[in-house]
């Protein structure tokens, strides 16, 4: 996987990235509806994660872009794009006690279109002043995942059943980078995405070295909680919460995400103590028992892209993770450290 190495300030972060891909990256055309809902999201965006604007001005200074189109690209992401029904992602969450290490697991697999995976990357990010980390992301500055010092571990997920238009908010690529940049442990990530407008139904899937796990499921109009202490929590591509099932439309859960779903499920009902890192791998690896996945729709290829672990020893020391340049089944899990 093509690794990134990032520091500084917000601004000098963005900086040194647009002048990177100056001449490289050209934002795609944006129409009217979306420019007017990224201008909505900015308001929202400067309130609650100020300094993602600054590495934003400083991507476009450092680039030569247009600063609106950058934020267009960045702030509504996806807004305009087709997501593939049988595609999606899969999170588990593993307590200490359910471990044969003793150490909290958390595994994630990210499926999507299969062209996207030239741009995925791996990125050793240490914001001054903020917490360093390890995330991964197909784009610059946002992230979908990964892990930051404090040991708190967050990867997100597409709720594919929701239902709605998106709305004026902070799109989930923003906000999980902001957990990484600024929150020690799960009841702060918690507390931060409780309390922003998102644009559309996410899920966040959060684990802490001291064994604290949440799956927030999040709308435009309510966001649910559900925690689990030294146990498991696992999501795929829809809405478990009672409370967000008025925001879901059964018609558009994909297949591929209930059997995801009940293949985890399976695997941990029957496995549910002493689970290992190659346990883990294995699992996260397998088409028959497991979650890698591979499809065709409408002539858009399909797959698990990549693939990633963590293991949070409570006592500290470098960031690390295992991950797959591709699918898990074609290539080994590598560790990284930072």
């Known amino acids: 996987m093509r690794t990134t190495e990032n520091s500084g300030t917000y601004y000098d972060m963005g900086f040194k990235l647009g002048s ?9 055309p944006c129409h009217p ?34 600063l609106e189109m950058i934020e267009a690209f960045l702030l509504v ?21 359910l471990t044969e290490s003793g150490c909290p697991l958390f595994a994630r697999n990210y499926d999507f279109n299969i062209e996207f995976q030239a741009y995925c990357e791996m990125t050793l990010r240490a914001p001054l002043g903020k917490l360093r980390s390890i ?13 930051n010092e404090s040991g708190l571990v967050i990867a ?6 929701y239902d709605n238009k998106w709305q004026p908010g902070i799109r989930v690529n923003l906000s999980a980078r902001w957990v990484l940049d600024n929150c020690h442990d799960t009841e702060e990530a918690v507390v931060f995405l409780e309390k922003i407008p ?49 925001y879901s439309n059964p018609v558009l859960i994909s297949p591929n995400s209930v059997e995801r779903f009940n293949k985890v499920k399976t695997f941990l009902d029957n496995r ?22 591979h499809f065709e729709f409408d002539g858009i290829k399909a797959a698990t892209i990549y693939s990633w672990i963590a293991e949070i020893p ?25």
């Open 314 to 338: 409570e006592k500290g020391g470098p960031i690390q993770t295992w991950a797959t340049i591709g699918s898990p089944c074609k290539g080994k899990y590598k560790l990284y450290t930072y």
């Open 77 to 97: 992401l996806g807004y305009e794009l087709f997501y593939p029904p049988g595609g999606g992602c899969t999170v588990i969450a593993l307590g200490s006690e």
């Open 156 to 161: 997100i997920l597409l709720a594919s059943d």
């Open 272 to 293: 549910k103590t002493n689970l290992t890192l190659n346990d883990m791998m294995e699992f996260l690896s397998s088409h028959k028992e497991g979650v890698c996945n």
């Open 198 to 246: 998102h644009v559309r139904g996410q899920i966040f899937m959060i684990m802490d070295k001291k064994d604290n796990i949440a799956r927030v499921e999040t709308s435009p109009l309510e966001v649910a909680v559900t925690y689990a202490k030294k146990d498991y929590l696992f999501s795929t591509n829809h809405y478990q919460a009672e409370a967000l099932m008025k």
């Open 20 to 28: 990177q891909l100056k001449n490289v990256f050209n934002p795609p």
């Open 33 to 66: 509806e979306k420019l007017k809902l990224s201008f909505q999201c900015r308001e929202i965006v400067k309130k609650y994660t100020p300094d993602l604007l600054e590495e934003i001005k400083g991507f476009c200074d450092g680039g030569n872009f247009d």
């Open 135 to 147: 995330s991964f992301s197909d784009h610059m500055i946002g992230t979908y995942g990964g892990i």
